[in-house]
């Protein structure tokens, strides 16, 4: 057979040629497409899932709260914002030098209250963590479990298991004050040893806080209970590690090397 009659054959019927096939059905071929959301619906569900999320975020890693009061001047003032880092004792306990939040052991804020707090709107959002919350305490940790503090060497400077802290860097330098302790006209008293589960605190604001030795018994007071001055550490709801506002003093918060030379008592 010649090469002619080989290309003369004519093609099988039964058969098409490769061109000629329909192609092969793409996947999802046959689906009905996916219909998208309204706006107004699309909306809403954005809006859930973003106040979740802010609700995980303040209930188990980070809240946002005012400062109530000029207790911890210079660092903090009042209505500055700041942030809390919940988790930051989450297996362990507060650490001395430590700036935290907690709740009002009972009749410590002496009714100190965010004006903004009064708006219907304001106090639902802060519930759900969109909004700095109230009836909180910001203080420094001065002393832990079993720790005994004492005010004041000849310096004027607070020792904490006999040895003194250099406070400078953060204590607020009032003349009215004769120390770094002062209760009202006394700078000679002792405290602790702390007992467990507890911690003393002060502001840094030493002559304007009401602190622990604020809620400290004095002498031949008989309508005091002794203890009242220590905080349980239960009530703390974490670390302060952020001022966020106002935007010209945004800063990260660190613990002070002051209390880097005070040992555990033992």
Same mark, same amino acid.
């Given at each position: 057979?010649?090469?002619?009659?080989?290309?003369?054959?004519?093609?099988?019927?039964?058969?098409?040629?490769?061109?000629?096939?329909?192609?092969?059905?793409?996947?999802?071929?046959?689906?009905?497409?996916?219909?998208?959301?309204?706006?107004?619906?699309?909306?809403?569900?954005?809006?859930?899932?973003?106040?979740?999320?802010?609700?995980?975020?303040?209930?188990?890693?980070?809240?946002?709260?005012?400062?109530?009061?000029?207790?911890?001047?210079?660092?903090?003032?009042?209505?500055?914002?700041? $942030? /809390?880092?919940?988790?930051?004792?989450? +297996?362990?306990? #507060?650490?001395? &030098?430590?700036? =935290?939040?907690?709740?009002?052991?009972?009749?410590?804020?002496?009714?100190?209250?965010?004006?903004?707090?009064?708006?219907? $709107? /304001?106090?639902?959002?802060?519930?759900? +963590?969109?909004? #700095?919350?109230? &009836?909180?305490? =910001?203080?420094?940790?001065?002393?832990?479990?079993?720790?005994?503090?004492?005010?004041?060497?000849?310096?004027?400077?607070?020792? /904490?298991?006999?040895?003194?802290?250099?406070?400078?860097?953060?204590?607020?330098?009032?003349?009215?004050?004769?120390?770094?302790?002062?209760?009202?006209?006394?700078?000679?008293?002792?405290?602790?040893?702390?007992?467990?589960?507890?911690?003393?605190?002060?502001?840094?604001?030493?002559?304007?806080?009401?602190?622990?030795?604020?809620?400290?018994?004095?002498?031949?007071?008989?309508?005091?209970?002794?203890?009242?001055?220590?905080?349980?550490?239960?009530?703390?709801?974490?670390?302060?590690?952020?001022?966020?506002?106002?935007?010209?003093?945004?800063?990260?918060?660190?613990?002070?090397?002051?209390?880097?030379?005070?040992?555990?008592?033992?």
């Amino acid at each position: 057979m010649t090469s002619e009659d080989r290309d003369s054959q004519p093609l099988d019927v039964g058969k098409e040629s490769r061109s000629s096939a329909s192609p092969a059905p793409s996947p999802g071929a046959g689906r009905k497409p996916r219909k998208q959301l309204p706006l107004w619906q699309e909306t809403i569900l954005l809006g859930a899932v973003a106040l979740i999320l802010a609700i995980i975020v303040k209930t188990f890693f980070v809240q946002a709260f005012y400062i109530p009061s000029e207790s911890m001047e210079p660092g903090l003032i009042r209505n500055d914002r700041i $942030l /809390v880092q919940k988790m930051s004792y989450w +297996g362990g306990e #507060p650490q001395r &030098g430590d700036v =935290v939040v907690f709740k009002d052991p009972g009749g410590w804020l002496g009714g100190v209250e965010d004006p903004a707090q009064s708006s219907l $709107l /304001v106090r639902a959002a802060t519930k759900i +963590g969109l909004y #700095p919350a109230g &009836g909180h305490l =910001v203080k420094r940790v001065i002393g832990v479990e079993g720790d005994v503090i004492t005010c004041c060497d000849d310096d004027g400077n607070i020792s /904490v298991n006999g040895v003194p802290l250099e406070e400078s860097d953060y204590v607020n330098d009032d003349p009215a004050t004769a120390c770094n302790g002062p209760r009202p006209g006394n700078c000679d008293w002792k405290a602790g040893p702390v007992p467990e589960g507890k911690l003393f605190v002060m502001g840094d604001n030493r002559g304007r806080s009401a602190d622990s030795s604020e809620h400290m018994c004095r002498e031949n007071e008989t309508d005091c209970a002794p203890g009242y001055e220590f905080v349980d550490s239960d009530l703390v709801v974490g670390r302060v590690f952020a001022l966020i506002w106002p935007f010209d003093r945004i800063r990260l918060d660190h613990r002070p090397d002051s209390f880097d030379a005070v040992k555990d008592a033992e």
